[in-house]
Structures are given as structure tokens and as C-alpha cells.
């Protein structure tokens, strides 16, 4: 079984920056893909971005690409997110998901999830 744990999220003003972190536990951490996904009220999931095993392979939405940073700690087992020059449409609760194989971009692929870690853009 894989556990994650996100935490990070706060209150922040537009234009700063914030790390989230996710914890996971479970075995072989180091063969599973992680991805990062957030969903605003009344809106649906929406990708953010998601990172190979190896650390090695990133992919972003294109409307995120160059604002946010995933990446791994395969010895302590930790994912984080950068994320840079915040806005208030990045308001959301942040997400992340892993799922033993490549990256995805679709939450349906992923099988474990975290409880979320809420993100407040001021402006």
C-alpha cells in the first residue's frame, strides 16, 4: 500500500512563492510515477504536472510550463512542487497522486492519492 501526505499549502499573496511537498510511504517508491493535480471549487481536476520515477522526465500543462517545478527526493521519499509568480487562479487544493509506470497527465490513471493541501492566492 502507498500513502501520501501533502503539505505546504497556505495563504499567499499574487507574485510569491510556495513549495509543496508530498510524503510517501509505502514500498518502492523509487518505480512510481507521481503527479501533482489541483481542482478549484466548482471546476474539475486539472493537471499540474508529473514527474518519472527516475526523476529524470517532467511534464506540464502548457499554461503552467515555466511557472512550476516538479521534482523528487527518491531517498527520502518527498515529491515537491514550485511554484513561482502565484496567482489567484492558482487558488485551489493541491493534489498528489502516484501510480506504478510512466507519467500521465490523466487523474484516472493514478490509483493512490493524497488528502490535498489547500492553496490561497491573494491579490
Known amino acids: 500500500q502507498v500513502q501520501l501526505v501533502e503539505s505546504g499549502g497556505g495563504f499567499v499573496q499574487a507574485g510569491a512563492s510556495l513549495r509543496l511537498s508530498c510524503a510517501v510511504s509505502g514500498r518502492a517508491f523509487s518505480s512510481y510515477a507521481v503527479g501533482w493535480f489541483r481542482q478549484a471549487p466548482g471546476k474539475e481536476r486539472e493537471f499540474v504536472a508529473t514527474i518519472s520515477w527516475t526523476g529524470l522526465n517532467a511534464f506540464y500543462p502548457d499554461s503552467l510550463k515555466g511557472r512550476f517545478i516538479i521534482s523528487r527526493d527518491n531517498i527520502k521519499n518527498l515529491v515537491y512542487l514550485q511554484m513561482n509568480s502565484v496567482e489567484p487562479e492558482d487558488t485551489a487544493v493541491y493534489y498528489c497522486?502516484?501510480?506504478?509506470?510512466?507519467?500521465?497527465?490523466?487523474?484516472?490513471?493514478?490509483?493512490?492519492w493524497g488528502q490535498g493541501t489547500q492553496v490561497t492566492v491573494s491579490s
Open positions: 497522486a502516484a501510480r506504478e509506470g510512466p507519467t500521465s497527465e490523466y487523474a484516472g490513471r493514478y490509483k493512490y
